[in-house]
Structures are given as C-alpha cells and as structure tokens.
C-alpha cells in the first residue's frame, strides 16, 4: 500500500541551525501539506503546496519557514534559524484531491531543538 | 476560523461496549468533516469523511454522524475492542474557501478487557 514517507526519523539541531525536513509524498498525489504536533498538543497546519507553489499558509508559517519541490517525488520543509518552541512533531500529508478528501500523513519527523 | 472542542481529554471503557466521542465545531458548517486515528508519536490515519448533506457514514464497527443544526458530529465505535485504544481526531476545513484541515485536540480512547 502506497505510504507517505519522511526522513529522518528524528533530529535534534542546535537554536540557530538550519533544518531541512524531507518527505515523498504518495506519487499520483496532487496536494501537499505539512503540519506540526508540539507536544501535547494538537495537530496544526503549516502550510499546503500545489501546482509548485504554496496554496495556503497559516500564521504560523512564517518567513523562517520555506517549502520546496525539488523534483518530482520529494517534498521538503526548511526552517532557517531555529528556535527552541520549533521542537515539535512535523508531519508531511498528500492527498489525491482538494477538500473533502482524506489526507494520508507519514510517521513524522521528531524536531528536537536544543 | 474554526473552533472544534472534543469532549473530554480521555474516555475509559471497557471491552465489548460502545465507544462515543463527540465533536462540536463554532463557526460556521464545514463542507465535510473527517476522523483520524492518531497512535503515541505517530501520524494520523484516516478513519471516515462525512459531507454535510450526509446525516451518518458507516464503515465496519465504526459509525460517523453530522449534524449541522447542533454543530456537531458522533463518532462511535460499537464492539470496542483494546486494539481500538488511541486518541481520535476530529478534522474539517480551515477557513471558508480553504481546504486544508484543522484539527482538534482529540480524545484519547482507552478500551479496558
């Protein structure tokens, strides 16, 4: 069964460091997102890519964030200077459609800022 | 932008009963609304989406319902079993005109034998 993937697994990364967050998305997907998890808490929208350019951003995203396409199966999100309240869960999800389909997420990438 | 308040933190139940969690949004009626499964550090799984001119979506033990008057959607989960044990996410649209989800904060399910 066709599956979202990301790497790494974990990461820990010293506060200033840049940081780049790889997933493949499932491959006749047209929707890309990624989400992030503090712990504890809910699971919340970054940021959603379409066509090679970003659909909708939350206010989260800011401009330390940037997402990429590189080429035609990876997907990557980078966070240029970290900052301790970056440590979190970060999700990648695809979906087939717009709206009201589901989204598959992959197992996460755990961000641990130090 | 959306609020969605799920009920309670955590729901113990035991074995063979019927498992109800609630959903219950603020705003304005999404177009649809979707259920999660989230187990300890991994992704949310896709359970069943429910459109708002539908009232219930079934699928195997679990059963989804939508009402737009009350702002609020059901999920049960009939026969519970401890594999069933997780926490539940409550999923719909953003912001009118988006369509990417936001989530609530979920309940955790734990299903005793």
């Known amino acids: 069964e066709p599956e979202v993937t990301q790497t790494p697994s974990h990461q820990v990364t010293q506060m200033g460091q840049e940081v780049i967050l790889r997933c493949v998305p499932i491959?006749?997907?047209?929707?890309f997102y990624w989400y992030r998890q503090i712990l504890g808490q809910k699971v919340e929208f970054l940021v959603s890519f379409y066509n090679n350019e970003i659909s909708e951003k939350s206010e989260i995203f800011d401009d330390q964030f940037s997402v990429e396409r590189p080429d035609g199966s990876n997907f990557t999100l980078k966070i240029r200077s970290t900052k301790l309240e970056d440590s979190a869960m970060y999700f990648c999800a695809s979906s087939p459609g717009q709206g009201n389909t589901e989204a598959f997420f992959g197992q996460g990438t755990r961000l641990t800022v130090v | 932008s959306q609020k969605i308040e799920q009920n309670s933190e955590a729901l113990n139940i035991q074995e063979g009963k019927t498992a109800t969690l609630t959903c219950n949004y603020t705003?304005?009626?999404?177009?649809?609304l979707q259920w999660y499964r989230q187990d300890p550090g991994r992704g949310p799984v896709f359970l069943l989406l429910?459109?708002?001119?539908?009232k219930e979506k079934r699928k195997e033990r679990l059963k989804v319902t939508f009402d737009t008057t009350l702002k609020q959607s059901l999920f049960h989960i009939t026969a519970s079993q401890p594999a069933d044990s997780a926490t539940y996410l409550c999923?719909?649209?953003?912001?009118?005109?988006?369509?990417?989800?936001?989530f609530g904060k979920g309940t955790m399910l734990l299903v005793s034998p």
């Open positions: 999923a719909l649209d953003i912001e009118i005109g988006y369509s990417t989800l936001t």
């Open positions: 705003n304005y009626s999404p177009a649809y």
């Open positions: 429910i459109r708002e001119n539908e």
């Open positions: 491959s006749n997907h047209l929707y």
